[in-house]
């Protein structure tokens, strides 16, 4: 007998996919109102379990029925632009900053 613990082979990681938003839209509607269970959908349409829950739980976000503080789907996408802009406001003001800083000794 071995004392060293014997590793199973892994499945190889699927590479990442993208859905569109139909797609997503027609897999919660087979849970919502069909009435199908959330794990026969995934098994059908080749999803893992716990990605189409979150597509559920967000649907029902953005329907409003979701959890105190939740984001939509448009609130989610608007914080993003937001941050996205917060990073090159910063930028700019760091290159302006050094900028300004490299002028006033060149004149001292």
């Given at each position: 007998m071995s004392t060293?613990?014997?590793?199973?082979?892994?499945?190889?990681?699927?590479k990442p996919r993208?859905?569109?938003?139909?797609?997503?839209?027609e897999a919660v509607r087979l849970v919502?109102?069909?009435?199908?269970?959330?794990s026969q959908v995934a098994r059908d349409l080749d999803l893992t379990h716990s990605?189409?829950?979150?597509?559920?739980?967000?649907s029902k976000t953005d329907a409003g029925k979701g959890p105190p503080g939740a984001l939509t789907t448009?609130?989610?996408?608007?914080?993003?632009?937001?941050?996205?802009?917060n990073r090159v406001l910063r930028m700019e003001r760091?290159?302006?900053s050094k900028a300004t800083a490299f002028f006033a000794k060149g004149n001292a």
């Open positions: 060293e613990m014997e590793e199973k082979p892994r499945k190889p990681r699927r993208t859905f569109t938003p139909e797609f997503k839209a919502v109102e069909e009435g199908k269970t959330a990605c189409l829950c979150g597509w559920i739980r967000q448009a609130e989610r996408e608007r914080l993003r632009q937001l941050e996205k802009e760091d290159i302006l």
